[in-house]
């Protein structure tokens, strides 16, 4: 009977969830619940916290610092850290600013420099820790200082430059597709490019004899999918339209994520990160991966630098800040890539990221004081990591770590 078999497979699903969590894979379920509580606690305190005008604010206002987290995942999937990429980022945006608006030189190519900076900056990074044996944390660390140093230095005299106003890096953040058809356009392409990459997996993994996720399972998540980037479509619309901003974001995750999860240099990353020994005596060049691994983040951290300047349409010397850094890392983590390495996505960057300037939106929208986000970020990012620490633990008594 039709009503039947339907019971049986939504009887399946939940059970096939429930062992899927039991055994410590807890996916992206925490860090959406904790976004669901974060959004619905806030509308409460503040009707305004869920308008159109605040939730496109808040689209735009997440792709500097995730941007930075992307490429932060790459060296946490690796099993390593970066605590330059907040100068990094401000090194690359001064440099920018100087070349561009000192010296007379085209955006396009002041842009590519500036993003050619980063991806330097983290080799430099990956040889010292790769090459030489130099822990990542000292590597970095010094990174930190010294790269900040440089953007003093670069900086000069100009304690603030200002970008033009109608140039391409300060459209970055301030250009809008008003036409309606745009918003909605991206967000059935979206899904259907999500239904279609899991359904082909299915077949591929059917037809290798290969257990794969059943046809209700596909169908709830796509459906979810659909409802969210629909009603996203829907509040962006109420607004001004699509963001260009957001717009590149998503290009960029989607782009990566094919090549963590679809490729031979992605493969070994995760290899790197399941095990540096394993690795080494599968055939993998550890040395260049973990290289890679601190030039991409280098270079993500460069160009979020420019949509931060964008953003404020100038850089100034206290374009790097503390929370900048610790921003981009918590938003990997909370997004739930792993500390521990092998376990993560660039999707973590745009569920963190959401998590911490939801939080950062919702105190600035009650007027509380900034040091009630970072407690709250803080406890956030801790509990993040617990979850982590326990389905790791989930995972290595089920046999699947």
């Known amino acids: 009977m039709p009503g039947g078999s339907s ?57 500097g610092t995730g941007m930075i987290a992307v490429g932060v995942i790459f060296v946490l999937l690796v099993g390593e850290i970066d605590l330059s990429v907040g100068s990094v980022s401000g090194l690359a945006s001064a440099l920018f600013a100087v070349l561009n ?29 790769a090459m030489v044996g130099v822990p990542a944390f000292v590597v970095t660390l010094a990174g930190l200082l010294g790269w900040y140093g440089l953007m003093l230095s670069i900086m000069g005299t100009y304690g603030t430059i200002n970008l033009d106003d109608q140039g391409l890096v300060a459209q970055l953040t301030n ?82 994520d094919f090549v963590l999860r679809r490729t031979s240099y992605g493969r070994m990353i995760f290899a790197l990160g399941g095990g540096v020994e394993a690795a080494r005596r599968a055939g ?64 973590s960057a745009l569920l963190g990221v959401l998590v911490i300037q939801s939080i950062a939106s919702g105190v600035a929208l009650m007027d509380i004081q900034t040091a009630v986000q970072f407690m709250i970020t803080g406890g956030v990012l801790l509990l993040a990591v617990v979850i982590d620490t326990l389905s790791r633990r989930a995972q290595r008594a089920h046999g699947r770590a």
């Open 175 to 256: 250009y809008y597709f008003s036409d309606v058809a745009a918003a909605y356009a991206l967000a059935a392409l979206g899904t259907a490019g999500y239904f279609l990459t899991v359904w082909r997996d299915v077949k591929r993994r059917r037809a290798a004899g290969v257990p794969a996720r059943a046809p209700v399972w596909i169908a709830v998540r796509t459906g979810v999918l659909a409802v969210l980037a629909f009603a996203a479509a829907y509040v962006l619309n109420e607004f001004q339209g699509l963001p260009l901003a957001l717009l590149i974001f998503l290009i960029v995750l989607v782009i990566l």
């Open 101 to 129: 608006v000192n010296f007379g030189m085209p955006e396009p190519p002041a842009i590519i420099l500036g993003a050619l900076c980063g991806t330097a900056v983290g080799f430099v990074h990956g040889y010292f820790t």
């Open 284 to 347: 993998i060049n550890v040395a260049w991966v973990r290289t890679s691994a601190f030039m991409m983040s280098s270079t993500m951290a460069a160009i979020g630098g420019l949509f931060l300047a964008s953003r404020i349409n100038s850089v100034s010397q206290t374009s790097v800040t503390t929370d900048l850094l610790m921003n981009a890392i918590a938003a990997a983590v909370i997004g739930g890539t792993s500390l521990f390495g092998g376990r993560g996505s660039t999707w």
């Open 7 to 63: 019971a049986q497979a939504a009887e399946r699903f939940g059970d096939a969830f429930g062992r899927k969590v039991g055994g410590g894979a807890f996916g992206a379920v925490p860090v959406l619940l904790g976004l669901l509580a974060i959004w619905i606690t806030f509308q409460i305190l503040n009707p305004h916290f869920l308008s159109p005008r605040n939730l496109s604010n808040l689209s735009v206002d997440i792709v």
